[in-house]
């Protein structure tokens, strides 16, 4: 179901239930006449504003950019994707997309060593394992900006 179709009838049941309580007397009734809580769900768009450089990568968990999201904002570079949070990135990446000024180098082994796959700007891949063809596993990167 659409976010926007979802809210509209979260709203209308909300407005519902609050007129079907009629009001009573506290007084004659011994009872705290208060609304039930109303709960809406509002979409809520975040924006980094380091993001309107253009240099940026942002890597997605599954294939054909679904999945889970994580955005490195350049210049970067990662000499080793074994250390902390790293370690988990290298595992779930499968697509990427590129900003439209930088340009993101991936590397087979730590610290830039052997092969190396290049990424242009505004440039997407959804299929990770195929396009790197060592795996799909990266261990070092460097995004450049233009």
């Given amino acids: 179901m659409n976010l926007h179709r979802y809210l509209l009838i979260a709203s209308a049941v909300a407005l519902g239930a609050c007129a079907s309580n009629a009001p009573t007397s506290t007084?004659?009734?011994?009872?705290?006449?208060q609304p039930d809580p109303?709960?809406?769900?509002?979409?809520?768009?975040?924006?980094d504003p380091r993001l309107a450089s253009g240099c940026w990568?942002?890597?997605?968990?599954?294939?054909?950019?679904?999945?889970?999201?994580?955005?490195?904002v350049g210049p970067a570079q990662i000499q080793s994707m074994d250390k902390s949070t790293a370690?988990?990135?290298?595992?779930d990446i499968d697509s990427v997309s590129i900003g439209p000024r930088a340009t993101l180098e991936v590397y087979e082994h730590a610290m830039f060593k052997d092969r190396t796959v290049r990424?242009?700007?505004?440039?997407?891949?959804?299929?990770?394992?195929?396009k790197l063809g060592f795996g799909?596993?990266?261990?070092?990167?460097?995004?450049?900006?233009?």
Avoid: H, M, W
């Fill in 27 to 33: 007084a004659s009734s011994g009872v705290d006449n």
């Fill in 57 to 72: 990568a942002q890597f997605y968990s599954k294939r054909d950019f679904q999945g889970d999201v994580a955005t490195l």
């Fill in 136 to 146: 799909g596993r990266i261990e070092a990167l460097k995004l450049s900006c233009s």
């Fill in 119 to 130: 990424f242009e700007s505004n440039s997407r891949e959804g299929g990770l394992v195929r």
């Fill in 87 to 91: 370690r988990q990135l290298k595992r």
């Fill in 38 to 47: 109303t709960i809406l769900i509002v979409p809520l768009r975040v924006e």
